[in-house]
Antibody
Framework: QEQLVESGGGVVQPGRSLRLSCAAS????????MHWVRQAPGKGLEWVAL????????YYAESVKGRFTISRDNSKNTLHLQMNSLRAEDTAVYYC???????????WGQGTLVTVSS | DIQMTQSPSTLSASVGDRVTITCRAS??????LAWYQQKPGKAPKLLIY???SLETGVPSRFSGSGSGTEFTLTIGSLQPDDFATYYC??????????FGQGTKVGIK
């Protein structure tokens, strides 16, 4: 069946870096746009980044622009989020999510927790 | 960027009640709006897309309406499984995606 499995979360000090990965299975990743969406503890959903199906375009929330980089490897069915210069306010569960093409998010992973703390 | 404002932030209702949640966009998004349901500790689940299209497998008691800047999610007869938090999301072309702040539906 279709699955999105995030990995790479953990505890990291402010100012350090972390790379999240998302492994896709059960569907052809290369036909979908992909997002990262995060949720701080007890808070609402915040859209973080989008990458087109072929990796040709990327978009970022203002809160992460210049610090985070979304990328994908369709040959390995994986999505990544490189997070640099992390701040306490980046603490959240990070979800990878699928988009049929500039549209709604129709499928989500279960999320990975990132905690930024000294 | 487009701001999405949901109301109310919380509501209390009983099983069988008709529930309506409103979402307003800071500028027109035509019909490029989705609704999601999220339960504690779980990923969100798509309910409605393109403002009024029901996702496959979602019960017909859920419905969406609206266009431009005003949208509503209606649960026709609230069931025990529907107590959750609901989010709207806009996906207007050439704009960053954004979510509403959420509406928590609790038991009266």
């Amino acid at each position: 069946q279709e699955q999105l499995v995030e990995s790479g979360g953990g505890v990291v000090q402010p100012g350090r870096s972390l790379r999240l990965s998302c492994a896709a299975s059960g569907f052809i990743l290369s036909t979908y746009g992909m997002h990262w969406v995060r949720q701080a503890p007890g808070k609402g959903l915040e859209w973080v980044a989008l990458i087109w199906y072929d990796g040709s375009k990327t978009y970022y929330a203002e809160s992460v622009k210049g610090r985070f980089t979304i990328s994908r490897d369709n040959s390995k069915n994986t999505l990544h989020l490189q997070m640099n210069s992390l701040r306490a306010e980046d603490t959240a569960v990070y979800y990878c999510a699928r988009d049929p093409g500039g549209r709604e998010i129709d499928f989500w992973g279960q999320g990975t927790l990132v905690t930024v703390s000294s | 960027d487009i701001q999405m404002t949901q109301s109310p932030s919380t509501l209390s209702a009983s099983v069988g009640d008709r529930v309506t949640i409103t979402c307003r966009a800071s500028q027109s998004i035509t019909n490029r709006l989705a609704w999601y349901q999220q339960k504690p500790g779980k990923a969100p689940k798509l309910l409605i897309y393109l403002a009024s299209s029901l996702e496959t497998g979602v019960p017909s008691r859920f419905s969406g309406s609206g266009s431009g800047t005003e949208f509503t999610l209606t649960i026709g007869s609230l069931q025990p499984d529907d107590f959750a938090t609901y989010y709207c999301q806009q996906y207007n072309r050439n704009s960053p995606y954004s979510f509403g702040q959420g509406t928590k539906v609790g038991i009266k």
